[in-house]
């Protein structure tokens, strides 16, 4: 299906899904008596696996299936029924869709297949579409395995994983662009104990989308974490506002996003074909909201584990605490590389735990307390954790788990003290899960995430931590009076489209505050009339054109001009050098300007198409082209989040003061990042793109200064 | 334990441990007859797993334990007795490892603690240090765990993992350096169908080493893969050896290494106190050799498994098959991240591939043979796992596996077909991996590794790959007739150590052909006189002093000299400089050099004290200081491998043609790297490092130039 935002003429108003997912009723449309079929299925999923709503075949040719009442048609249905299963061939759909609507059935699940997703589909794609816009009926798919609510016993749909005993309930729900892989990792989840009660497969979101879904599914209170398969979306903004509402009510969005890799990119299109941004905007729209990105069924079960311990680190500082020297060390390491830091403990802290363990114990972080434990039953363990727990130094704990015989009392210690402490505590499982299984469960019964490999740990609780960062910094974006000192000086843009000259661009951002070298624009016969330079030598004479946006390449800059006959020269150079370049070329002058120096920075911004304003920030040349050394912010931003992503990328050094260099004036340059942000953000309609690059960045106090300048109007 | 390769001063000779693996009796010195004691538990271990040799308890206290003759003292034991396990308090153990050695036991196992690991211990590391040599008696321990041999059912050692009922036998050894976390890893791996014949705790290696036990394990036959958890060795160069061998034998060494971290470094230095190399040689040794590094217990049990299907790619194209479309998309990402590439089939393959799956199924690679198969038991799908893998174009397979009831009629079709295939063919297993259990443990049991996440099929994959690859290249190296075409010239070294002067290091380097600038020592006497320059403006003028290796830092180095007055005044200069920078200065006199260019690069070379002579690339400046873009080799290596080291930087294009400008000498690049490989090796036991920084790169067919080096020699 070829999604994009026009797609849909009308789109029926927004509807609340609440009945959707919790239907009194369910047709079965095309529902067939022998239950091993796409039609039979759902009949047997929604007779036993106890929904609480009554079960509706509808099919002329039989009066009963399964004991169950079958009507001839839609418009004989008892009321009220909710939601219609559609498990017709694809040519029948459009018109049961129509009669829904006069049925007054709002929902529907359209199982069939034979859509936009084939060659010869798209003439029936359109037929759908027009009578759900016709008939106000809301649907999810065609081409999906259904929808279950797991806590209600609907399972809606077919296919082999819905049938497995095995699902469990609980208060993650899942949304997933991929029917067969999803149902397959909720099954897998369920399997380590995770639960779920919403669980969709949007297939080819003809009508419903998976934002549409994971919004609403977001907002209820008994979900606590929405859980996403996703391959792409067209609606990035829309992924930012979720990600921003995800923040503010606690709750992580779970994504696993695939299509990275060219081929996989490739291999999504011809999929589902869906017109997506790069990944980086994705993944940098994922690091900004309440989304936690997982690339592996173990990630997501680990992650949503430890979410559903309800404890949010304050910060990054995690005590480790083993009986085994060599977990510990893993564990420091691996909590390391996940963004946390094992701190010294208190001297108090250290003291008691030094009285408390025996004598070849080690008391500093990470703490070995050593196998005795089994001789004591692990009271000196217990009373470890809980002097950690204690330590103001720590933010959060991870223990390795006894395990045996003493493990359950242990176990059953230390829940009631941890009710009464904020700070995560993680459990990481020394052995098999099968190992004292009935502890595991226990523990995780009890809000005790026990994840079943060391470095799966750390992973974890960096998660935790990183969830808790982004969510401080969005309640200081909220509260914060948003600074919007900056006027907003009215531009006037020409009536052409496309790319601007540079110094029309560069009065653009002038007139936002950001610093350009001083420059002049001359025709070229005030240039063989010029007794004066503008400027003190060195200059720079260019070609200003809006035909030859990239300069240098075309031959039309000529730098370090140190007198008036090397000015006019050069002035005389590039104009030949512009017609040998470019014939029909517009020459809006030359533009004379003064050299500038300093670190050379690239400022980059553009109106992404689904994503919005972006704007990416890096070293200049080789930095950025070929180390790729870049960062990216959406806009618009503040001063304070530039001076994050400007820290981000690798050669931030050498804008602090690299090996005794003078330190550069990064507050200028922060200050141009959010200048640019407004500056793209405030003029998204019209403007395409823009570039800075070089920024000369000057030492500490000298400020910043562009170079050189493009902006790219919309056509 | 503080080991450094002089502490044993006269090493028992090299031992043949296959009877401490294989022993007909068992002496438990220290017997108790309360079995849950340390000194019990051996007894119920040896006697409830189906030990095949005989178990001799020894205490003068009793005259039975369970059921057991139990021994006063070690001189009456009958024979044959190979090993004795010690679990007597630390103080007893010196005298019973004498008494060992008269008796005739050759080994023993040594649970005790209190050597080495506490403060107070070293006198009774000493003294069991002593004993060992006097007696000849090879131990492992003390502070270890055991050692266990699965497949006779010995299990020599105590804890509570050595205890458990799911202990499997299998082919695979594990060596730990961490007792107690290396058995829970030993536990885990067999929870997920893993089987283990010998498991190795190490504990403090007062006698034989972690090194000592891999270099045994892997060359028994009955081993097919080694595990290791490794905190460290001061045995580099061993550990080099030991990586070779696996790749002539073909048996990967699975090596979990731990204390990458500075705090995770630190922990590691108070369990056991090793003196290690830093991990980033570790991770060469790891490259080069027979290696596969694991990162946690997953990708050991994943890598485990593609390692016993047996079969190694011959290169890095894979073909993917999946009934879910989401899956095929998630495998391509994962698997390009693993360094493996999806080619496009054959246009034989796509073609049988469209005619025998459903019209929409997609037969590009990755191949998406949809849910269909659920309606065809399959018979499509076995098809088209047939196909791809006869294709050609590629060289491994992963396919989802189908499930439900059709599942193992499936699995049954394909395993003989895969007997006559010798490709390797792994199984993204979709559920958990409980359902469907039974096809699980079939496939694994002929052969077809089953992986229980698609991110993790594809690392596995990628492992396979990789470990094949090494395997190429170490089989390239010893057919080849090594080259040492270039000259051993004699070096006439001072007699002094330490650094020596830039004009002294680039003599040596030229005489193993290494090209440098063209340059002159003269003295200040000499540049007064001076007349005419030696080389052509511009030059440059260096202090040559052994005392200043760092020039740029002690301004006495002046660039761009353009006449025979500025000549002379920069040698006054720097002279003066040179004095005030350090006024004890050794001057060896004038360095006058020719001005070079080109791309800067740094060719740096080390004698390792653990792992010997290390040769490191980057290039200059910033990018090796800053950005950390530089690679390691062990030295000597050959031009080829040169190449390859040089185009792991990230900065590899500047070096091929970045952007249009033009490519450079790559080729006398690589002859430089690999005659410094021969230099730092050749002269391991007079060079200390050697740094050539920088050295120019020129443009294709201009060849490199040194133009500052810097020779160190041992003190």
Redesign the interface.
């Known amino acids: 299906m070829q999604m994009s935002p026009d797609t849909r003429s009308s789109p029926p108003a927004h509807t609340d899904l609440t009945r959707f997912l919790n239907p009194r009723g369910i047709a079965v449309v095309g529902a067939s008596n022998d239950l091993s079929r796409i039609g039979g299925q759902p009949i047997r999923l929604l007779t036993e696996f106890g929904f609480t709503g009554k079960v509706y075949p509808v099919n002329p040719k039989y009066t009963e299936i399964k004991g169950l009442t079958c009507y001839p048609d839609i418009a004989s249905l008892p009321k009220p029924c909710d939601v219609a299963l559609i498990a017709l061939s694809g040519a029948h759909v459009p018109g049961v869709i129509e009669e829904c609507g006069k049925a007054g059935i709002p929902f529907a699940i359209v199982l069939s297949?034979g859509f936009g997703?084939?060659s010869d589909g798209k003439g029936l794609q359109e037929k759908l579409k027009a009578a759900i816009n016709r008939s106000g009926v809301r649907i999810v798919g065609p081409n999906c395995l259904g929808v279950a609510n797991l806590s209600i016993g609907m399972r809606a749909g077919f296919?082999?994983?819905l049938q497995?005993n095995?699902l469990k309930a609980g208060s993650i729900a899942m949304v997933?662009?991929?029917?067969?892989?999803?149902f397959?990792v909720v099954?897998?989840a369920?399997?380590?104990g995770l639960g779920f009660n919403y669980v969709i497969s949007t297939g080819n979101e003809d009508d419903l989308t998976m934002l549409d879904w994971v919004e609403h599914v977001l907002e209820q209170p008994e979900v606590d974490i929405v859980t996403v398969?996703m391959?792409g979306t067209t609606e990035g903004q829309r992924l930012l506002r979720i990600g921003e509402r995800a923040l503010q009510l606690g709750k992580p969005i779970v994504v696993w996003k695939?299509?990275?890799?060219?081929?996989?990119?490739?291999?999504?299109t011809?999929?589902?074909a869906r017109l997506t941004a790069g990944p980086e905007l994705f993944r940098a729209a994922f690091r900004r909201g309440g989304f936690v990105e997982v690339?592996?069924?173990?990630d997501l079960v680990d992650v949503c584990k430890a979410f559903l311990g309800r404890k949010i680190p304050r910060g990054n500082r995690v005590g480790v605490i083993t009986?085994?020297?060599?977990?510990?060390?893993?564990l420091?390491?691996?909590?390391?590389?996940a963004g946390l830091?094992?701190p010294k403990l208190t001297d108090a802290t250290t003291a008691k735990l030094r009285e408390t363990m025996v004598?070849?114990a080690?008391p500093?972080?990470?703490v070995?307390a050593t196998?005795s434990g089994?001789n004591d039953n692990f009271a000196a363990f217990s009373k470890a954790v809980t002097f950690m727990l204690d330590d103001p130094n720590i933010d959060a704990l991870i223990a390795r788990c006894p395990?045996?015989k003493g493990a359950k009392p242990w176990a059953e210690g230390l829940v009631p003290i941890l009710k009464n402490i904020d700070k995560p505590f993680l459990i990481n499982w020394?052995?098999?899960?099968?190992?004292n299984a009935d502890v595991l469960a226990y523990l995780e019964a009890n809000g005790v995430p026990c994840i079943?490999?060391?470095?799966?740990t750390a992973h974890a609780l960096g998660a935790l931590h990183e969830f808790g960062a982004k969510r401080r910094a969005h309640e200081a974006r909220q509260s914060r009076a948003t600074s919007r000192a900056i006027a907003k000086q009215a531009l006037r843009f020409p009536v052409a489209a496309g790319a601007l000259g540079e110094h029309h661009s560069k009065s653009l951002l002038r007139s936002y505050g950001i610093p350009a070298v001083e420059e002049k624009l001359f025709s070229p016969q005030e240039i063989d009339k010029l007794v004066q330079p503008p400027f003190a030598f060195p200059l720079v004479v260019k070609i200003e054109s809006p035909d030859i946006p990239h300069k240098t390449e075309a031959g039309v800059v000529r730098l370090n001009i140190t007198s008036a006959d090397e000015l006019k020269q050069a002035a005389h150079d590039v104009l030949v050098a512009a017609k040998k370049y470019k014939a029909d070329a517009r020459i809006d002058g030359i533009l004379v300007q003064q050299m500038a120096s300093g670190l050379e920075v690239i400022v980059g911004a553009v109106n992404d198409p689904h994503f919005g304003p972006v704007v990416t920030f890096g070293l200049g040349g080789?930095f950025t082209?070929?180390?790729k050394?870049v960062t990216h912010r959406f806009a618009p931003f503040d001063v304070a989040t530039a001076k994050e992503a400007m820290m981000e990328i690798?050669?931030a050094?050498?804008l602090t003061g690299?090996?005794g260099k003078p330190a550069l004036d990064v507050d200028a340059l922060a200050d141009v990042l959010a200048r640019v942000s407004l500056f793209i953000a405030d003029h998204a309609d019209r403007v395409a793109e823009l570039d800075i690059n070089p920024l000369f960045v000057r030492e500490l106090g000298n400020g910043v200064l562009a170079a050189d300048a493009l902006v790219v109007l919309k056509v």
Chains 1, 2 share one sequence.
């Not at 997933?176 to 999803?182: E, H, I, L, N, V």
């Not at 690339?295 to 173990?298: A, N, P, Y």
């Open positions: 297949a997703e084939v296919g082999g994983t497995m095995t997933t662009q991929s029917g067969g892989f999803g397959g099954s897998t369920c399997y380590y398969f391959e695939v299509g990275d890799s060219a081929v996989g990119s490739k291999a999504v011809s999929h589902t690339r592996d069924i173990d009986m085994s020297g060599g977990a510990g060390v893993l420091a390491d691996r909590c390391t590389e830091t094992l004598a070849y080690s500093d972080n990470p070995d196998a089994y395990r045996g020394g052995t098999a899960p099968d190992d079943l490999a060391p470095g799966r080789i082209e070929l180390l050394d690798k050669g050094p050498l690299y090996r």
